[in-house]
């Protein structure tokens, strides 16, 4: 599975689309192309990667991004196995910055467009009562075309710009550095990490599978992703911790090994410096 710029079907400056994925996972790969997206989950859950941010995702994930920032939406095996008839499913969007820019020539909107879409390049999930507006809007654009289709989607930007229930996912600053041979390891390299990530896994073993040796794959990583390997790896484990703290018929020690760390002291250390928080408060919270 490669990961590559991707073409999604717009050319015309004044367009947009808007597709329903159903399918057994989402297959897309660790990609980028030059449209903004909006991508609602509709049913499903697993991991997100959107540049150097590595979050859990579940029903209801609302994000929006601008163009030219790598991600993949990873499907964790679990969800299969608790109902065998799961399937994946989404609405996106996809439309050109410039059809934004371009319809709106008024200086209070035009700002506040391009404000939104300079947020956009780290990635916005929006959450409240703007989540709930939104994705209400998105059901309906299904059943709707042409021109009501059209005043549907700017609806949905317009609640976008007057938000404040929203979070960034990538660092600040973060930069997309990608060419065709780094997202294509970069794609390897996050599909073993999410697939093997509870068990083991040494330097020298995600170094092969990036085919380079242990300080290429160092010098690598940290370029791409503005992190170090073992704290990417340790972000991705205390997100799981975090996902499975939420069950309480799993002790903590449960949690601890399912996700991936040998030892409590190893795990609590960490899960502390990532959520500032030990993962009993960090449960305690959640119970309140």
């Known amino acids: 599975m490669k990961a590559h ?6 050319h015309k400056e004044h367009s947009f689309s808007i597709k329903k994925i159903d399918q057994h996972h989402f297959s897309s790969p660790f990609h980028f192309h030059d449209l903004c997206e909006m991508n609602y989950v509709v049913e499903s859950f697993g991991k997100r990667i959107v540049g150097d941010n590595i979050s859990n995702f579940a029903s209801g994930d609302l994000v929006l991004m601008s163009p030219n920032l790598p991600h993949i939406w990873y499907n964790d095996p679990l969800y299969f196995k608790e109902n065998d008839l799961a399937t ?23 700002l506040k467009i ?5 947020r956009a390049k780290r990635g916005i999930r929006f959450y409240g009562k703007t989540h709930e507006n939104v994705t209400n809007k998105l059901n309906g654009m299904l059943n709707k075309n042409g021109l009501e289709r ?6 949905i930007i317009n609640l976008f710009l007057v938000s ?4 960034y996912l ?16 970069m794609n390897d390299v996050y599909q073993y ?24 794959f160092c010098n690598f990583f940290k370029k ?29 020690a449960d949690v601890c090994f399912q996700s991936g760390y040998q030892n409590m002291t190893n795990f609590n250390n960490f899960f502390k410096k990532i959520t500032n928080k030990t993962p009993s408060q960090y449960r305690k919270e959640l119970i309140i």
């Not at 710029?5 to 717009?10: K, M, N, Q, S, Y």
């Open 224 to 252: 791409r992703t503005q992190r170090s390997f073992t704290e990417f790896l340790n972000g991705l484990r205390v997100g799981h911790a975090c996902k499975l703290l939420l069950n309480p018929d799993l002790s903590i």
């Open 88 to 110: 994946a499913k989404a609405i996106v969007i996809y439309f050109n910055p410039r059809f934004l820019i371009s319809i709106c020539k008024e200086s209070q909107y035009d």
């Open 193 to 216: 990490l999410i697939q093997n990530f509870t068990e083991p896994i040494s330097l020298s073993r995600i170094a092969s599978v990036a085919n380079l040796t242990p300080p290429a």
């Open 114 to 118: 391009k404000d939104l879409l300079d």
């Open 150 to 155: 059209v005043i549907e989607f700017l609806n």
């Open 164 to 167: 404040d229930e929203y979070e």
């Open 5 to 10: 710029l991707i073409e999604v079907g717009i």
């Open 170 to 185: 990538t660092s600040p600053g973060y930069q997309h550095s990608f060419n065709e041979k780094d997202t294509e390891r």
